[in-house]
């Protein structure tokens, strides 16, 4: 199901590899809507810190150094983390693309049992990440909704 607004802009759609039950997973490529949402989210301009005349004596307490020091670590845990998504990024997608291609190889000669070894290997491989993720995605839920409490906003039965 897909909005019909979205249709106009659909480039390309694949059918991917069977992973997880007997269904494949479908993508579909498009353009992006010409008035993308802009982040709400502040960012500091780091060309300001550099000027001595706002650096000079702008501490006057330790405390704001210690909110200082908390906000640049969460930087540094940030840019870890998001070295940590893109290079599980970029494994998923080689076994992606290995896994096509077994599949492929499968296909024109069923017989082979290294071929078909090296397919199950591959999909177990991508299973396991693919499961890593949704431990990961189960813990932010239950975390959220942890968070939220007896609040308005929470969902009621």
Known sequence: MMSSNLIQN????????ILLSDHAAVSVTFFPPTNPCKSK????????LKNK???????PSVATVWEAF????RGWLISFSSAEN??????????????????????LDPSNLDLRKS???A????????HEETAFALF???????ESGDKAGKISS
């Open 70 to 73: 908390k906000a640049t670590c």
């Open 140 to 146: 932010r839920l239950r975390r959220t909704y942890f």
């Open 10 to 17: 659909v480039i390309e759609i694949k059918m991917h590899s």
């Open 119 to 121: 397919l199950l290997t």
């Open 86 to 107: 893109k290079k599980r990024r970029e494994v998923k997608s080689q076994l992606n693309f290995k896994l096509k291609t077994l599949e492929e190889q499968h296909m």
């Open 53 to 59: 005349n706002i650096n000079l004596n702008s501490v």
């Open 41 to 48: 989210q502040w960012r500091l301009n780091t060309s300001l």
């Open 123 to 130: 999909r177990t491989n991508l299973q396991k990440l693919v």
